[in-house]
């Protein structure tokens, strides 16, 4: 589901769009999480951790993270290391937060999950939040709705690399055929060059700005002038590294840090209208949609999981690092708060700036207010991987 605040002055690059928006916004922070320009790889390590030594995990309301826990158990419990734990979640029942908190400690064990670069050891990292923003469009272009988005055009091709090289894993290029030759695809500047995009509108919208911030969140919903209302949510992009725009604003002077936030953005846009496609061709990552019914309305979207997301108990993971579907235990703060936000969660979902062992991005849900919180949310924060009491750790 789409970047963050890396280093100062480092651009991030995206592969899977689902990420926090204050964070994409801004593209870098002075939180001390952040690694120093030129560190060394990051290596996981999983440390074995009783349950005592996980903040708030006897206070949390873990029945609310049951659902969540079962749609997982839909996309992984047929694995091996997953099927007993998954079973037997199937055909438990669980009536109070008490029930699930047996459940998990006779199921599974904690494993702090901690970072090392060279001799340096972390166990904390940066946690930011994202949500399903509402548009309004049409399925026909008109002087209203003007800003098409895309399916993936025809001649995008994907180049899953561990098919060649293993150690890979994860890791995918994109481009085009230039004769007999990949070159990469078009940025967004060159969009326009592109003839397969033609005809391969799904949806037009109102807001050039707004779409672009449902290419960053990866999903969302777009309201019709019918009052039916579609889900459009991520099938691919055009493999072009991600920039951040308020960084490029920040970087020319144009807003100072502290305003580089989607407000400030958002007035800087209103007030140099000419200027917008500047702004947004100053980030060449493209993303792609497909469209679906929104059957449910009370369904969060689907994650790189394929199951729904559950507001404030689904995250986003860097796959190359940590299990997708996993239970995780998260602690970090409330946004822009020092209340705790102690909670079960499920690795449900990717991001293309999410990226490293201690790194996640939490689900806010859908709306306007979900969107005011998750654009708040910049936190340092912890992660214990959940993992089945009859499998060892997973291999990294």
């Known amino acids: 589901m789409r970047a963050i ?15 926090g928006i204050i964070a994409t916004l801004i593209g870098c922070s002075a939180i001390p999480t952040c690694p120093p320009g030129q560190a060394q790889p990051a290596k996981l390590r999983y440390e074995a951790a009783k349950w005592s030594q996980l903040p708030g995990w006897d206070k949390d309301e873990l029945k609310d993270a049951w659902p969540a826990l079962l749609q997982s158990c839909s996309a992984i419990g047929v694995r091996t290391e997953w099927s007993s734990a998954c079973a037997a979640a199937r055909s438990a029942l669980i009536a109070t937060s008490g029930d699930a908190r047996t459940f998990f400690e006779t199921y599974f064990e904690p494993y702090a999950v901690i970072e090392q670069s060279g001799s340096h050891r972390r166990d904390a990292g940066l946690i930011t939040a994202y949500y399903e923003p509402l548009l309004r469009g049409a399925r026909e272009a008109s002087a209203q709705f003007a800003v098409p988005l895309y399916a993936p055009p025809p001649d995008l091709l994907t180049v899953e690399l561990d098919s060649m090289y293993p150690e890979l894993k994860g890791k995918r290029v994109r ?24 005809g391969n509108e799904i949806v037009w919208v109102a807001d050039a700005l707004d779409a ?15 009052g039916e209302t579609i889900r459009v949510r991520y099938a691919d992009e055009n493999g072009q590294p991600y920039h951040s725009i308020g960084r490029y604003l920040v970087d020319r002077g144009e807003l100072p840090l502290a305003a580089a936030d989607l407000a400030g953005i958002r007035q800087w846009a209103a007030e140099h209208p000419d200027r917008l496609q500047e702004l947004l061709d100053a980030n060449p990552s493209v993303v792609f949609f497909r469209a679906d019914a929104l059957t449910n309305p009370e369904e969060g979207p689907k994650g790189a999981l394929g199951v729904p997301l559950t507001p404030g108990r689904s995250i986003a993971v860097d796959r190359a690092f940590l299990p997708l579907g996993a239970p995780m235990f ?33 689900f806010w849900g859908t709306g306007s207010a979900a969107a005011e919180q998750a654009g708040r949310m910049r936190e340092s ?3 214990w991987l959940l993992w089945p009491k009859d499998a060892p750790p997973p291999a990294h």
Do not use: C, K, N
């Open 5 to 19: 605040l890396e280093a100062a002055t480092t651009h991030v690059q995206r592969s899977v769009v689902t990420i």
């Open 175 to 198: 481009g085009r055929l230039q004769g007999h030759t990949v070159v990469p695809y078009f940025s967004r500047a060159e969009l326009a060059a592109d003839p397969s995009l033609h």
């Open 212 to 226: 672009f911030l449902l290419e960053v969140q990866g999903s969302g919903r777009v309201q019709l002038p019918t």
């Open 330 to 362: 998260l602690a970090t703060l409330q946004p822009g708060s020092t209340t705790p936000l102690e909670h079960l969660v499920l690795a449900q979902d990717t991001g293309g700036a999410i990226r490293g062992p201690v790194r996640a991005d939490l």
């Open 381 to 383: 924060g912890r992660l």
